[in-house]
């Protein structure tokens, strides 16, 4: 059998290899090293893919975040509310840019924010809701953006996790996970589902001026250049990257069935197993399984890791700490704050290997493992 991973890069690149070498050579041969053809290129490319007018590429998704949030017109002070439960850049570009991070809590079997404390959180400085598509799955966008609309509040949607997924509202319009806010952000962190051989991230929306204004921002706050109309910072997309990018965007679909399969095959193995609870999926959207996350019940999480690792079978606590209670936050005393259901799944998830390229024997293995530790 071959090693297990958690992400398997390299057999994923053995597959592409010659189409992505060439790529890259072409760029090497060109030098276009910086806001080159295959950078225009590719935010053409994924525009069409999301169906969405405006992408704007930038370094990585945490600036994907910083920008959408500097390009929103906030002022020092105004609340934004996100999840606690999720990766820190969510909220930690929140208080870099002086704003008010505010935690909701999430819906135990999506794992997204939930709308009743949403609600709940809402004051008359909240400015912004973050959503984020937790782990491959959207967020229940129908309720947010009805929030939203109530409360005349922004929304970005933090895409990173997501990327080819979908959400169907109740009307029957279907549109893809961050295209739905008034700006969507995403990465291309290698790990990620369209990941990169580097940093990368981007930026998405439906709103011309809005884009213009990202994009100046992502630029040094200019148009033109060395006229600066505000303060932006330095956030590209490498070219390099981007050529990747261009080679393995049309394998996304593909690489999100091949996940979908593996997540299959996990659901199929511990499937009425009284101590795991296997990821939802809502029936109002398409999970892409940026992780396969277990909940597990009346057993020991850490056990099982450190039982999975010990026959060299990786896992992971994502997130071991919730972000009310990192010591980031200590000035805003979010970890007095009660988010139930946060601190309840922080204790209890487990997210096993989860990539393209799993084969049947090694999710066999993976999952007899689970089964003998729990017995
Ligand atoms: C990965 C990730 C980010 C940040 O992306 P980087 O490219 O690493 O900066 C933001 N939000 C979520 C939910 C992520 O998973």
Redesign the pocket.
């Known amino acids: 059998m071959r090693a297990i991973q958690m992400v398997d890069l390299k057999g994923q690149y053995a597959e592409i290899k010659e189409e992505v070498d060439l790529a890259i050579r072409e760029v090497l041969e060109t030098a276009a090293f910086i806001n080159g053809g295959a950078v225009t290129d590719f935010a053409r490319n994924l525009g069409t893919y999301l169906g969405i007018d405006h992408v704007i590429p930038c370094a990585?998704?945490?600036?994907a975040?910083q920008i959408a949030l500097m390009g929103l017109g906030l002022e020092p002070g105004d609340e934004v509310i996100t999840p606690s439960f999720?990766?820190i850049?969510?909220t930690e570009v929140v208080a870099l840019l002086r704003l008010k991070p505010v935690f909701a809590d999430v819906d135990p079997k999506t794992f997204c924010l939930d709308p009743v404390s949403l609600e709940k959180q809402i004051t008359k400085k909240t400015r912004a809701i973050v959503p984020?598509h937790?782990y491959g799955q959207s967020a229940p966008m129908n309720e947010i953006m009805e929030l939203a609309g109530t409360y005349g509040l922004k929304v970005v949607e933090?895409n990173?996790?997501a990327i080819g997924s979908d959400y169907t509202f109740p009307d029957g319009r279907t549109f893809k996970t961050g295209t739905i806010g008034t700006v969507g952000t995403t990465?291309?962190?290698p790990s990620?589902n369209l990941g990169a051989y580097g940093?990368g991230?981007a930026l998405f929306t439906q709103d011309a001026s809005l884009a213009e204004i990202f994009k100046m921002i992502a630029n040094h706050g200019q148009k033109k250049r060395y006229y600066h109309e505000i303060v932006g910072c330095n956030s590209r997309l490498d070219s390099i990257q981007a050529a990747i990018l261009n080679v393995k965007l049309p394998r996304l679909d593909e690489y999100i069935t091949r996940r979908r399969a593996a997540a299959d095959f996990y659901d199929r193995a511990f499937s009425g197993h009284p101590k795991i609870r296997t990821p939802y999926r809502a029936p109002y959207s398409k999970h892409v399984f940026h992780q396969y996350t277990l909940v597990l019940e009346g057993a020991d999480r850490n056990k099982l890791n450190e039982f999975l690792a010990a026959r060299n079978i990786p896992s992971m606590i994502y997130y071991p700490v919730p972000a009310h209670r990192q010591n980031m936050f200590a000035s805003f005393q979010s970890g007095l704050q009660q988010l139930e259901v946060t601190d309840w799944l922080t204790e209890r998830v487990i997210s096993l290997p989860m990539h393209t390229e799993l084969d049947e024997e090694q999710l066999g293995f993976i999952s007899n493992s689970v089964l003998e530790f729990l017995h």
Request: no cysteine.
């Open positions: 990585n998704g945490t600036d975040l999720t990766f850049a969510t984020v937790l933090d990173a996790q990465s291309f962190f990620k940093d991230g």
